[in-house]
């Protein structure tokens, strides 16, 4: 007898296997759909143009003329694109990068839906497709779910899950309009939002580590708590008072020359101070939690609590200054949404802290990651609104659903299997 | 490190865990504390390592009495501890897991990970314990993730390292390489404080050994003491260590198991094609490092979890994919791996867990109305029977000992006519003394010409118990050897060498 060393097998993964398959399969349907509905839907001499000059800038040193397409071979070929992406997920299997396909996949179908939509001869009253002011309009709701979600990855990583965004852009909305309006200084108004959403943010993390309770139920908790107290203040302060409540929009400040770049500055060079406040802050937490030692502490609890405290790093301190921080950062997110509405408004952020939860998830518990999927979902949820104006023949509420859709399949796990810090959620116990 | 632990009490309630522990390790020794499972050497350890914090007595380093509050501050005082769950994180590289908590740094506090990688190096240089620094711990072999906590206690200038039951996810050869690693560390001047309740393992690496029974020191002996007298000191009464079995005559293949296929709880393949056999009148045991298929395959023959796909059939029936209770029916006993969670119902009586599998049965049942009377007669029965230590037969399961939750268990599935008896694990976290009863009954039932198959991670146990021992690894059988066969051999079979015919 004698003994041979034997290589260890590969596994396979069948239940991943069938969700990569079902990931593909779903991708061919939208092609299919995209080719027939979008493509061949439109008689074959329609056309749609895109253009780029936003109406609100004026003077603008460069004009970019419009581009006329034809909508029916246009979309042919964006079909066409996403067919043969189905067809290499189905035949490649590929096991990372399936969420970005899938990603890159939803916005294609966006731009079909639109270039259907503005189609002429066609039902729209609209015939052009205005690329710039669509995408300043739906910079505001990215950036808004890029807060949230950052908020989600300064938790989560550390191992609390924070259910809890949406209550947090409730009160830094609330709170940050009462302070510029009262001061008429966006600057304030954005620190007693900060403030306001660390407060949401401790008690959620006071809930958790404390008394240990279940963090999801904690997190839905305040939501609802937060949204009945904002509509009860809302009746008792700004109804009397509506000098409270003014309807201040936040000002643009233009970055000199780069604001005049077309298309891409007055997207990101000519916006409120909460935009470039966002762009830093993505880059500083991604900084401090994968560069920094503070960040190794970070990720080691969110992991691995136990083995975090047998090295002398206090858990329960690292997850509430962790949880603060993110209540701070989505705090900060509610005021910048509502200084791009200009004034507080019952009920408002409309789910807008689980869109986020769901980028959160999305781009992996990753700031990188996180800026992706919020750029996806922003877009669909602001397209979902902008796609009215086009006179679309499907009810407006269905249109609406669509981002909350791909949220439940993201959430539930449907597309791509990601994983989460292994200790997200859970209760830490000192023995 | 000079360490003196000088009358350590620890209670938790009206439980006294650690009753005045006086213990003294030297310089350059390797000292061990044996002890059975629940005989408090975890607790003095946490005492030690700071995790709890003790009623009375006085831990004194190198002459200086200390206090230690919590994990960093044993740290700092030069105690390194690996723990018997790796406190590693698994998505972590080495490097991370080894400086975390103790990083070098650079400007704006970032890590300096080439510093860090650098000092690995040297230190697994110096210490023989080669590792690659960026490797991602949860894709080592277990022996490697030691390794990485043994490094980890070291780059903490640990002077005194606590080894918490070390070798219990280890193959024998893992085991060997680690005595070797733990005799150079004592012999560069280390001082390691080695926690088992494995005999062998004490004589084979010991310089000094410490025995504690219900929180005592209960004797302190020479590793020249044979192991009969440390398995007494232990059990506080002699014990018998060997089980004798009679030869019987093999009947017919009561369990055949045909390229049986199951999936893991993630849907990875955990049994991949296992065909074996058991014949009345034998004991086949499975041995194996934890985790490589045995508990999904024990749970496919029990009606546990689905069989992806091949065959196994229990005496004439075909119980592929059946259910628990299509199982029991078929004669299936099972005495399950985690005894509290698929063998017991904790907050039911003594009594109702003894008929739980077949509590619609006569004469447990009469026409879907329960018999009390019946149960209870069959419960008192049992429990003299099986001597099982409880106040009551009403008392809840959960107020015995682990022991005596094991025998309720042993008793329920052997009172009924059975084809087979499945036991996984069956003295997992027992004393001595519960070990050698439940192994003089699984021997009791082979001897008069039943089958039975077992699975543990124990290599003694499979080899006391055992008339063949099939060896699992990733989910296969790489050997179906004679219980005679060497250790070494076995180990590695256990490690994934396959059994092959020289030609």
Not at chain 2, 392 to 410: D, F, H, M, R
Not at chain 2, 425 to 454: C, F, K, M
Request: proline fraction near 5%; charge should be neutral.
């Amino acid at each position: 007898m004698t003994l041979l060393a034997t290589t260890p097998p590969h596994h396979a993964h069948p239940t991943d296997d069938r969700r990569v398959y079902a990931v593909g399969v779903f991708m061919a349907l939208i092609g299919l759909f995209t080719l027939l509905v979008f493509g061949l839907g439109c008689v074959a001499r329609a056309s749609s143009s895109l253009t780029f000059n936003p109406i609100s800038v004026v003077n603008a040193p460069w004009h970019v003329g419009a581009l006329t397409l034809n909508a029916r071979w246009t979309n042919v070929v964006v079909s066409l694109v996403i067919l043969v992406g189905a067809g290499e997920v189905l035949l490649r299997r590929p096991r990372r990068g399936l969420m970005t396909r899938f990603g890159v996949v939803a916005v294609l179908f966006l731009v079909a839906l639109l270039i259907w939509a503005a189609r002429s001869p066609g039902p729209s009253p609209i015939d052009f497709i205005n690329v710039t002011s669509i995408l300043v309009g739906a910079s505001a709701t990215v950036m808004v779910l890029i807060f949230g979600a950052l908020s989600g990855v300064m938790c989560e990583r550390a191992g609390v899950v924070n259910i809890a965004i949406e209550g947090q852009f409730i009160a830094g909305a609330f709170v940050g309009s009462i302070f510029a309006s009262i001061t008429n200084d966006f600057f304030l108004a954005a620190l007693a939002g900060l403030v306001a959403g660390a407060l949401i943010g401790w008690l959620l993390a006071f809930f958790a580590l404390r008394y240990q309770s279940d963090q999801i139920i904690v997190g839905v908790v305040l939501v609802t708590m937060l949204g009945s107290l904002s509509s009860y203040l809302n009746l008792q302060v700004f109804t009397p008072y509506p000098n409270l409540n003014l309807g201040n929009l936040a000002p643009n400040l233009p970055i000199p020359l780069l604001a005049k770049i077309p298309v891409l500055g007055p997207v990101f060079f000519n916006q409120p101070g909460f935009f470039y406040a966002m762009i830093i802050l993505v880059g500083v937490v991604s900084f401090a939690l994968f560069k920094t030692r503070y960040g190794l502490h970070v990720r080691a609890v969110g992991e691995h609590p136990r083995a975090a405290a047998t090295v002398g790093i206090n858990v329960v301190r690292v997850r509430y200054l962790n949880v603060t921080l993110g209540g701070a950062i989505a705090g900060l997110g509610g005021v910048a949404f509502m200084a791009t509405k200009g004034q507080f408004q019952v009920g408002y952020t409309s789910g807008l802290g689980y869109i986020a939860l769901a980028a959160l998830i999305f781009g992996r518990w990753r700031p990188s990651g996180a800026v992706v999927a919020s750029i996806i979902f922003g877009l669909s949820v602001y397209l979902s609104y902008d796609l009215v104006t086009y006179q679309v023949p499907v009810s407006i509420y269905v249109l609406q659903m669509f981002p909350y859709l791909i949220t439940i399949a993201v959430v539930a796990g449907l597309i791509g299997r990601v994983r989460a810090p292994a200790a997200d959620g859970l209760p830490y116990k000192r023995d | 490190m000079h360490l003196e632990l000088r009358g350590i009490t620890k209670r938790f309630g009206s439980l006294i865990a650690n009753d005045h522990i006086d213990l003294e390790v030297q310089p350059g020794q390797v000292h061990s504390l044996l002890g059975e499972n629940g005989a408090g050497k975890s607790t003095l350890m946490n005492v030690l390592f700071g995790l709890l914090t003790p009623d009375e007595g006085q831990i004194a380093l190198n002459g200086e009495v200390v206090e230690i509050h919590n994990p960093g501050e044993a740290v700092r005082r030069g105690i390194g501890m690996v723990h018997q769950h790796f406190m590693l994180v698994p998505v972590f590289s080495v490097t991370e897991n080894v400086v975390l908590g103790f990083e070098p740094t650079t400007s704006l506090n970032r890590v300096d990970y080439r510093q860090a990688r650098d000092d690995i190096r040297r230190l697994s240089h110096k210490f023989n314990l080669d590792v690659d620094p960026d490797a991602i711990v949860e894709n080592l072999p277990v022996g490697l993730q030691q390794r990485v906590e043994i490094l980890k206690a070291l780059s903490h200038d640990a002077e005194l390292l606590i080894l918490d039951e070390p070798t219990a996810v280890l193959t024998p050869q893992e085991i060997d390489s680690l005595m070797t690693i733990v005799r150079s560390l004592a012999d560069s001047g280390k001082s390691v404080l080695f926690i088992t309740h494995k005999l062998k393992e004490v004589k084979a690496i010991a310089d000094k050994i410490t025995v504690i029974r219900h929180g005592r020191v209960v004797g302190r002996a020479e590793p020249s003491a044979s192991e009969g007298e440390l398995a007494s000191l232990m059990v506080g009464r002699d014990v018998q260590l060997t089980v004798e079995k009679t030869p019987t005559s093999l009947g017919e293949d009561v369990l055949r198991l045909r390229d049986v296929v199951v999936l893991d709880d993630r849907g990875l393949v955990a049994v991949n094609g296992v065909s074996l056999d058991v014949r009345a009148g034998e004991i086949v045991a499975i041995a194996g490092v934890q985790g490589n298929g045995q508990t999904e395959l024990v749970e496919a023959i029990a009606g546990m979890r689905p069989v992806a796909s091949g065959e196994i059939t229990l005496g004439e029936r075909d119980i592929t994919n059946c259910t628990p209770r299509q199982a029991l029916d078929a004669g299936l006993g099972h005495i399950p791996e985690d005894r509290q969670r698929d063998g017991l119902i904790l907050s039911m009586s003594v009594a109702d867990n003894l008929v739980l599998n077949t509590p619609r049965r006569a004469p447990f049942a009469r026409r879907g109305t329960r018999n009390l009377a019946a149960v209870n007669t069959n419960a008192d029965a049992l429990v003299g029977r099986f001597d099982i230590r409880t106040t009551s037969t009403q008392a809840p399961v959960s107020s015995l000992s682990g022991g005596n939750q094991q025998k309720v268990i042993v008793a329920r599935e052997l009172s009924r006519p059975l084809e087979l008896l499945l036991a996984s694990q069956p003295t997992r976290g027992l004393d001595v003394g519960s070990i050698e009863y439940v192994h003089r009954q699984i021997v009791a039932y082979r001897n008069e010409g039943h089958a039975a198959l077992i699975v543990s991670s124990e290599l003694d146990e499979v080899l006391a118990l055992g008339d063949r021992v099939a060896v699992m690894f990733e989910g296969q059988i790489s050997g179906v050897v004679a219980p005679t066969t060497s250790r070494e051999t076995i180990g590695l079979l256990m490690a994934g060498t396959r059994e092959t015919s020289a030609d």
